[in-house]
């Protein structure tokens, strides 16, 4: 095993180093990671161990700022275990680390949807050199640019219900974040026939990853699914994703026809795609006709969107947190009194397709 260079890309000074939780099965790995980590002034490694399971029962009883998770695991999987761990430690940044996880795959595409916040490739247990320690501070350091770790989405009593609108359904927005992937097979499962209108999506995930998630969501329903792109005419019955890169958002053109619009700045929350500026479009273009759905997500990112929804008329559906992997969009929502129903993702394109019905 090579010797560790110094390394000099640590967070910023007198920051409080990150209390971390390395989860591999091989001993090597694990003894590599904690040297690395705790030869920079960022991070300490407070707590290893070779299993989910073990992980689950130390996260229950201690706090962490990031959990380091292999895929292959004896017993449960870290895939299979990722929702588990943001449950428990919902302030947590998870960075899979793993050789069987390469960036664009099947398995980092759920990963990122279930809520990790990176996927970083682990070299074999022999092969550690110089660029690794170096490349993996890094990575794990932009992970932490935006200051403090997030607090938790405060858990307010949810407030009556609004009552939506008698608009027809004319546009329905999904926003969606940590765990986003496996709510959105549920809430395409649920759709039992077309809407007649199209549907705009924005899912946060890095721009290397849209095309492999729009190949997932192909897979979960029969409408058709693609990455939206600049001057894309909406029609009904499809699903236009927003690139990793840019945030969707529509305008009315000449004859009244709406068109796709792509935004590369970050919302002032800090997030691109984000799913307020979507809403706020929809709004802006729709009026009384647009819906929105809020899914499973850190943050209250589609808060201000949805606010503007309903200003205008329309109206919003957020997932329960009995079903979400991190109650914060949609609870956020909740909780600002913006919705007329809350429930879990597999009854919800049946309560939009009521409401499309009953106005129409």
């Known amino acids: 095993m090579n010797a560790m260079a110094p390394i000099m890309t640590s967070r910023k000074s007198g920051d409080t180093p990150a209390r971390t939780l390395v989860v591999d099965d091989s001993v090597v790995v694990r003894t590599v990671i904690e040297r690395i980590l705790n030869a920079d002034p960022g991070f300490r490694v407070d707590h290893k161990t070779n299993s989910a399971e073990q992980a689950l029962q130390y996260l229950a009883e201690h706090d962490v700022d990031l959990v380091l998770l292999d895929i292959e695991l004896p017993g449960q999987s870290g895939l299979a275990a990722l929702p588990h761990i943001l449950q428990t430690r919902p302030n947590a940044k998870v960075a899979i680390l793993s050789g069987k996880c390469e960036e664009g795959s099947a398995a980092a595409v759920e990963a990122l949807a279930l809520g990790a916040s990176d996927i970083l490739s682990k070299p074999g247990s022999g092969s550690f050199g110089e660029q690794f320690p170096q490349a993996l501070i890094g990575r794990l350091n932009r992970l932490f640019e935006d200051g403090p770790f997030p607090a938790a989405t405060p858990r307010a009593a949810a407030p009556a219900l609004v ?21 959105l097979g549920q809430l395409f499962d649920g759709l039992e026939g077309p809407l007649g209108v199209p549907i705009l999506l924005t899912q946060h995930l890095p721009a290397s990853f849209t095309v492999y998630f729009v190949q997932q969501l192909s897979r979960m329903t029969s409408l058709r699914v693609k990455v939206a792109e600049i001057g894309d005419m909406l029609a009904p019955d499809t699903v236009y994703v927003a690139p990793g890169d840019a945030n969707l958002q529509i305008r009315k053109g000449l004859h009244g026809r709406v068109h796709v619009t792509l935004d590369p700045e970050r919302t002032p929350a800090g997030n691109l795609p984000g799913v307020d500026p979507m809403l706020t479009s929809m709004a802006d273009v729709y009026g ?68 499309a019905k009953a106005a129409a």
């Open 163 to 183: 009552e939506p609108s008698a608009a027809p359904l004319a546009c329905l927005g999904i926003g969606a974040s940590t765990g986003g992937i496996h709510a």
């Open 288 to 355: 009384a006709g647009a819906a929105g759905i809020i899914l499973t997500g850190m943050g209250r990112d589609g808060t201000a969107g949805a606010r503007d929804i309903v200003a205008a008329g329309g109206w919003i559906v957020a997932q329960d947190e009995a079903s979400s992997v991190v109650w914060g969009m949609p609870g956020s929502v909740t909780g600002a009194g913006l919705t007329c129903g809350v429930m879990a993702p597999s009854a919800i394109m049946g309560f939009v397709a009521r409401r």
